[in-house]
């Protein structure tokens, strides 16, 4: 079946990066666009931006220009989240999600989610 | 950016109520809406695309509609797993916004 698994949990210290891993299975990983979004403690949804799989083409939100960068390894059918400089405002849950052949589309199958810890 | 707003931000419903929730978008989106249910401690998953195509496996209690500015999640008859929070997204043009959520609880 179609799944996404996520890398375990991170502690980080302010400062530093964190790079999340997503493996996809049970599809074709290059005909799917992956999106990226984060959630907060108590708080809503965040899209941070998506990848195209085949090209790596990718589209950040304003918000993470130059914070963040999304990648993938189509050997293995793993994408990549990078996200740098950490403050404590970036404890979240971070989520992959598949959409679809073009970009917008939703993302129908999810991760299971990662933590991250952003604390001194 | 497209900022969504969704109303009501919170309701309270019994089993068996019809449930509509509203997504107003701060420009025209055409119909590159989404809705999605989470439940907490989940992913969130996706009922709703296109504004009103129901998602595969999705229960047919669930329905979209609108185009343009203005959407609309209803739940015909609400059952005891749909209490939840759901969010709307928009897909018309990057960043992928979503709204800040509607929690429906059990009155």
């Known amino acids: 079946q179609v799944q996404l698994v996520q890398s375990g949990a991170e502690v980080k210290k302010p400062g530093a990066s964190v790079k999340v891993s997503c493996r996809a299975s049970g599809y074709i990983f290059t005909s799917y666009y992956i999106h990226w979004v984060r959630q907060a403690p108590e708080q809503g949804l965040e899209w941070m931006g998506i990848?195209?799989?085949?090209?790596?083409?990718?589209s950040y939100a304003q918000k993470f220009q130059g914070r963040v960068t999304m990648t993938r390894d189509t050997s293995t059918s793993t994408l990549y989240m990078e996200l740098s400089s950490l403050r404590s405002e970036d404890t979240a849950v971070y989520y992959c999600?598949?959409?679809?052949?073009?970009?917008?589309?939703?993302?129908?199958?999810w991760g299971q989610g990662t933590t991250v810890t952003v604390s001194s | 950016d497209i900022q969504l707003t969704q109303s009501p931000s919170f309701l309270s419903a019994s089993v068996g109520d019809r449930v509509t929730i509203t997504c107003r978008a701060s420009?025209?989106?055409?119909?590159?809406i989404a809705w999605y249910q989470q439940k907490p401690g989940k992913a969130p998953k996706l009922l709703i695309y296109?504004?009103?195509t129901l998602q595969s496996g999705v229960p047919s209690r669930f329905s979209g509609s609108g185009s343009g500015t203005e959407f609309t999640l209803t739940i015909s008859s609400l059952q005891p797993e749909d209490f939840a929070t759901y969010y709307c997204q928009q897909l018309n043009s990057y960043p992928f916004t979503f709204g800040p959520g509607t929690k429906v609880d059990i009155k």
């Open positions: 999600a598949r959409g679809g052949p073009f970009a917008r589309l939703p993302g129908d199958v």
């Open positions: 990848i195209n799989p085949t090209g790596g083409s990718t």
């Open positions: 420009q025209g989106i055409s119909s590159y």
């Open positions: 296109a504004a009103s």
